[in-house]
């Protein structure tokens, strides 16, 4: 069995079976991860004697696991997270060696399918920003080209696991910070509708305030097919979480991909996209054009608009930046990273009034209706996650307009996965996002796996480095 090529539910499957076992397995992505966490400086946190402890369990006891789905599992979590076993700090210095007493509920739900935890994974300082460096860990690389980001700020998950060290993740995105980091190193990854997962157990707070609107918890992987086997087992209120709903989950199985209407764009209106991006939205139009009922080159128009009340209600604050250096103070950072100290210098030129930030949230649903009415046309929105391909170090914050093709469905909240689709003229991955409306991950999903069947999904980085196992 090649297990590092293996999908998720092959890895469940071959230990229930006995085909292979928990410690193998844990043998093997620990191997891959000593071999590439050198060059990417991805996974900055790991208890390897609990993960074996538990991979031992569950190869002493198989006939205790076999209703599991994920017995003998590997997977890593954004450090931003509560886990058994470990001190998540978000990479910054005001939060280290604050162990962890219990599981986020979606680290325990994995948990108690039998999945084991490989290590913590890194992120940009506060999990702010669209790359991935601070001052405790320093910088995670992409894999495809070590001299470029692999994106924020889930991008030491997105590195990781494109690498071939692990072959599942817990990531989280406000804006874009699952979708940004599948785009920029090949991988699929989902954005739930908001509300379908707790944020039960989020670092270091998990009551957000407003953030609660726009952050979620989602998975990282390779294929889709790993996204359609986990993310339900995430999905559902856990008692404790004010705002999830006890929504059912639909099987993207049952989804008859021929009765879709898609809408696509490759220009949002806000940050023109490269030629290869461009390129790859239309390669993946044509791809499906024979496979569902109808194909339209459209988009919202309302999308200028949605990226500019986010940016600066939300995500800068409008007031010049003076909640992050409260943030601060708190938090007693004596050295704030050079990345956050960058996004306060943009959230520094956003002012508002507090009469300006309430009529802005009447502007929100405003766009939130329109873009329901767009909706009443179309199933499903493909679209660029970003406008380019994965940036060099240092370039996200000058350029942060180019990720406007993710932030604006931060907005609306809807369900977004990303799936590879092309590459670049240097080779490097893009991926498309695949946007259907609220609570129908089932719709995205299913012409997500068929865009990935069509095109090829994953594929692997050379890194000059070969597998052990």
Request: a negative charge.
């Amino acid at each position: 069995m090649d297990i590092l090529h293996s999908s998720v539910s092959e890895i469940a499957r071959a230990v229930k079976s006995g085909v292979v076992r928990s410690v193998e397995v844990l043998d093997a992505f620990f191997a891959r991860i000593d071999a590439v966490n050198p060059v990417l400086n991805a996974v900055v946190q790991s208890n390897r004697a609990l993960a074996y402890q538990e991979a031992q369990w569950i190869d002493a006891h198989l006939d205790r696991v076999q209703h599991l789905a994920l017995p003998g599992v590997p997977f890593t979590v954004k450090n931003t997270c509560a886990v058994r076993g470990y001190a998540p700090d978000k990479g910054c210095p005001g939060l280290v060696n604050r162990r962890s007493e219990a599981d986020a509920t979606v680290v325990a739900r994995l948990r108690e399918q039998g999945a084991v935890v490989l290590g913590l994974t890194n992120t940009p300082e506060l999990s702010i920003g669209y790359e991935t460096d601070n001052l405790l860990y320093g910088r995670t690389c992409n894999p495809f080209d070590p001299a470029r980001s692999p994106g924020g700020s889930s991008g030491g998950e997105s590195a990781i696991i494109a690498a071939g060290g692990s072959p599942l993740g817990i990531g989280s995105d406000a804006s874009g910070s699952l979708r940004v980091p599948a785009h920029n190193t090949g991988i699929a990854t989902l954005k739930m509708t908001q509300g379908r997962v707790p944020l039960s157990g989020h670092v270091p707070i998990d009551t957000m305030g407003l953030f609660s609107e726009f952050i979620s918890f989602g998975p990282m992987a390779r294929y889709i097919d790993d996204l359609v086997t986990v993310a339900p087992l995430l999905a559902g209120p856990d008692g404790l979480d004010p705002h999830v709903p006890p929504v059912p989950w639909r099987d993207p199985s049952a989804v008859d991909i021929g009765t879709l209407r898609v809408a696509y764009y490759a220009d949002d209106g806000i940050s023109v996209a490269s030629d290869d991006i461009v390129a790859t939205v239309a390669a993946a139009a044509a791809a499906l054009r024979p496979e569902v009922a109808q194909l339209t080159q459209r988009r919202p128009e309302v999308l200028p608009e949605m990226d500019a009340l986010l940016s600066n209600s939300i995500l800068l604050g409008g007031d010049e930046g003076e909640w992050l250096l409260d943030l601060i103070r708190r938090l007693d950072l004596k050295t704030p990273s050079p990345l956050l100290m960058e996004y306060h210098e943009l959230a520094r030129r956003c002012r508002m009034s507090v009469t300006e930030l309430r009529w802005s949230w009447v502007r929100f649903d405003q766009c939130r209706k329109a873009m329901m009415q767009f909706m009443t046309d179309y199933d499903v929105v493909l679209c660029p996650v970003a406008a380019t391909v994965a940036k060099p170090h240092g370039r996200s914050y000058p350029e942060v307009r180019d990720f406007s093709y993710s932030m604006c469905y931060s907005l609306v909240n809807w369900p977004s996965v990303v799936v590879r689709a092309g590459q670049s003229i240097d080779g490097l991955p893009i991926g498309i996002q695949v946007v259907a409306k609220p609570w129908r991950e089932d719709i995205a999903l299913a012409v997500a796996a068929r865009i990935e069947r069509l095109l090829g999904g994953y594929r692997a980085p050379d890194l000059g480095v070969q597998p052990s196992h």
